[in-house]
Structures are given as structure tokens and as C-alpha cells.
């Protein structure tokens, strides 16, 4: 009797009686035969509801648990279902796992925590399982915490941004709250439906509590935002911005870089030619032109002096880019006077790329002027980007979007997995 109380205490069960042990030489791991209390048993698996017995299911069944030291352990019992009022036959719930679990509760936590705080190989290893089922784990944990928690309760001022996974090929729209600065909603797409169901999900009353919404400057954004929270104030991402103006310089880096190169146009033939000497010095200052000019290292300072001297054009596009900066940096009036030097710089600049930016610009001068005045964190939208970006990649070789987004919110919502048997 004292072993079986050891035994329940050592996985952490609750709400649960160990009936026996064994050791699986074929599995080579700890085999405990549990079952539900008597108040925890005929409950519906997906609801909780006390139901009438259906049958018995698939008979016994295994779960992974925690390991002990170095031992794999499996929790064994019964899975019969129940007549639930609500989900008709239901395999009936049970204290030490998540509903359609393969893996315990604790099990789930502490590879969702793992996801979040390690590496891939970290925990794949740790936890001797595959990437693919890590993913489903998450995607548990995190639906679970969903049930749990409103996200989108109390929101103010809110940034809303697409981010792309998958090379590119797929989509996400996210929600950030700015005064907290969680994630708060995150499903996949980038077209008006899906941002149309968040401001579903928001309901009507708390969507016209929303004071200001920053965004990039696509339409679609624009057209539902107007729609559906018509008394927010709308500010132009800073970010999108600088993206914007990343990408004129980066049209007049190629135009420096097939110069150089000497690349001809003969008939309707390109002729590649290698990169060599002055072309492929330009292509190796891509990285110092992008980047913030106070994270240089020593050595891209040298390509940007290089640059200085060799291209006034590119030069020039490179400062153009940097005062951009600069502008969101000030903010305030400033910030907007600043800008109208830019508007002016940019116009007489003989940068095709940058006269076309200018354009732009002016047409969403009130969105632009509008983040100026309320400060909106540049730095909170361009830090989640970045962090989303990075998740992607880790959870590359989950199995759809949901487990991305789980985890994405695992990490950014600010409700983060706990670990098994603390609080
Ligand atoms: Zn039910």
C-alpha cells in the first residue's frame, strides 16, 4: 500500500490510485496500471460533463510520463467511453493527461517549456521524441492555456502585422498589444477574412475601446481597420517604414552593383558577368548598408567609407535611409519637421527609388504623423517580427501552422508553459 502512495507521488498523480507496477523488458520501461478516483471517473474527455458508461473503447492504453532518472515510464489504464449529453461517445477523461494525449499532462508541460526556453536538439534529446510530436505537444499546452486565459481583454492600442513562414510562401497575421507587449492574437493568412475574424473574436464593444492601431500600409489592413474599428486612431508602422526605405537603397545598391559588374544588355541576352573586384566589394557592403549604423562592425564601417568614396549615389541612397531612421528616433514635432526635410532631400535626391519613396510617404502622411505624435514602439513591432521569424524556423517540421502559432504564443503572450510540479 505505502509503495503504490510512493509511486502516485513520485509521477505526480492526482485524482488518481495506482493499482500495480511492472517492468516492460521489450519497452524497457516502468509500467504503472493507474485508474481515476471514483469522482473522476464517467466524465466526458472534451467537456468534464459526468456521463452515462458507452463501452470500452480501445480497451488499456499507454501514456508516456515523466522519466525517472534515466527510465522511460508509461501510465497504464483503461480508456472506456461515455454517452456524453453534448459530444455523444466520448473516451472519458482522465486526471494525468490532456484529451487525445498520447503523453502525460506533466509530460506535455515540460516539452512545451523546452520548445520554449532550448533547442530543438535540446529537447528532441532530453525528451526522446520526435520534432513532429513536440509540435502536437504545443499545440496541446497552448490550447489548453487559450481555454484558460482572454487574450483580448482590456486592449487599447494594438499593432497588427504580417509576418511570412515557410519561405515566404505562407502568412501570418499577428496582434500585438502595445501596452503590454504580448502577442495577443495570431492565426494564419494575410488578406481581409482573417483579420476580419480577429476583430470577431475582439466582439464590437472592445473593438471601439481601441485608441490607436499602428500597421504596415497595405490596403486590405487599412479597408478592415477603417471598417471595423472606425474610432482608433490609425499609425503607420515605423518599422514598415524603414523596410520601405531599405528596399529604394537596395534598388540603388543593384544599380551600383550592374554598373560595376559591367553587366550588357546585348539583344535580349543578360550576359552574367562574375563578380569581381568593385561589384563584389558593393555586394559585400549589403550588410553594412542595411544595418543600424551604431551596430557596425569595424570592419563594415571600413565597407561604408569604402562606399563613400567610390559612390556618391549609393552614398547618398545610404543616408537617405539612416535620416529615415532618425526621424522615428526624435518623433514628436521634431520628428514631423524632420520629416519634411526628409520629403524635401528625397524629392531632389536623383534616386529614382528614393523620389518614388517620397511619394508613398506623402500619401500616408497622416498615418506617419500620427505615430510621430503617440510614440508607438517602433522597437516592440520590429522585436516581435524578429522573434516570430525565429520561432518559424524552430518550428520548422511541426506539422501545419497551429503548432507555430501555439508556440508563438507560449513564448510572446505572456502566459508561458509551466514546468511539471511548479507553480
Ligand atoms: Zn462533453
Redesign the pocket.
Known sequence: MREKSVWRRACGLSDTVVEGLDFDDAAEAVIVSVRPVAKARRR??????R?AGYDQGEGRRRWRALDLGSTRVFLEADAPRVR????GP?VARVPWARHGAGHTRDFDDLAAWLAVHTSKSAAMQLLRVAWRTVGAIVARVGADIDAQVDRLEGLRRIGIDEISYKRGHRYLVVVIDHDTRRLVWAAPGRDEVTLHRFFDDLGEERAARLTHISADMADWIAKTVAARAPGAVRCADPFHVVVWAMEALDTERSRAWNEAAGRRRSGLVLRRVRAKGEALKIRRARYALWKNRDDLTPRQEHQLAWVAKTDPRLWRAYLLKEALRYVFAVKGEEGKEALDRWLAWARRSRLPAFVLLARRIVVHRAAIDATLEHDLSQGLIESTNTKIRLLTRVAFGFHGPEPLIALAMLALGGYPPRLPGRN
Open positions: 466526458c474527455g472534451r467537456c468534464g460533463r456521463s456524453c449529453r453534448l459530444h466520448t
